[in-house]
């Protein structure tokens, strides 16, 4: 017979939650992605309410996650992260009226803090297990909001990037959510 000591259950608890979260998070990424890159060639109404809902359900997801995971090391970094997504979505909704590389500058600035602050909450959540994916996913995106950055200010500013960039994080929450089954697993037992 094995006891599982109240940290062991909290974790299990935590990584249950955030499984379905992380299931959620890959869905909706993989519709987006797809929606976007049909609508990519110029910021229509139809592209500017897609580019601002990003932000704003990465916003709904990090306020559920506070909710899932407060009393951990990463409850704080939580609010930065809602800040950024209100501000990326803010930023969004007037940059869509500049065009596509006011866009892109608004939407490379959002993935550079934001990756940031997901690898420190990757970082800092090891101990759930599946945080590897979430590690990755931040570094990539910092890389990526880079490249979005620097491509903002070229002639050849294109959205869709941004497809591939939302269907590599879907994928990241995928992995991250199927790995979090087996530490929801070993908690439960």
């Known amino acids: 017979m094995t006891t599982t000591t109240a940290p062991d259950a909290q974790r299990a608890t935590i990584a249950t939650s955030l499984r379905a979260l992380y299931f959620v998070r890959f869905g909706f990424a993989i519709v987006w992605a ?6 990519a060639a110029a910021v229509t109404p139809l592209s500017a309410t897609l580019l601002v809902l990003y932000p704003v359900f ?4 990090a306020v559920i996650d506070h909710r899932v995971s407060r009393g951990t090391r990463s409850a704080g970094l939580l609010y930065v992260n809602m800040a950024l997504s209100l501000l990326a979505a803010v930023g969004l909704a007037f940059a869509a009226g500049s065009g596509r590389s006011a866009v892109l500058l608004v939407w490379g600035l959002w993935a550079i803090t934001a990756g940031a602050v997901q690898l420190i909450v990757g970082i800092s959540r ?5 945080q590897w994916p979430m590690i990755l996913s931040g570094g990539i995106s910092v890389l990526a909001g880079a490249g979005f950055a620097l ?7 294109s959205l869709v990037g941004l497809a591939g960039y939302a269907t590599l994080g879907g994928i990241f929450f995928l992995v991250s959510a199927i790995r979090l089954s087996r530490a929801a697993k070993a908690g439960a037992r």
């Open 126 to 130: 090891r101990s759930l297990g599946g």
């Open 151 to 157: 491509q903002s200010a070229g002639s050849s500013a």
């Open 34 to 39: 797809i929606i976007i890159a049909f609508t």
């Open 58 to 61: 990465d916003l709904a997801a």
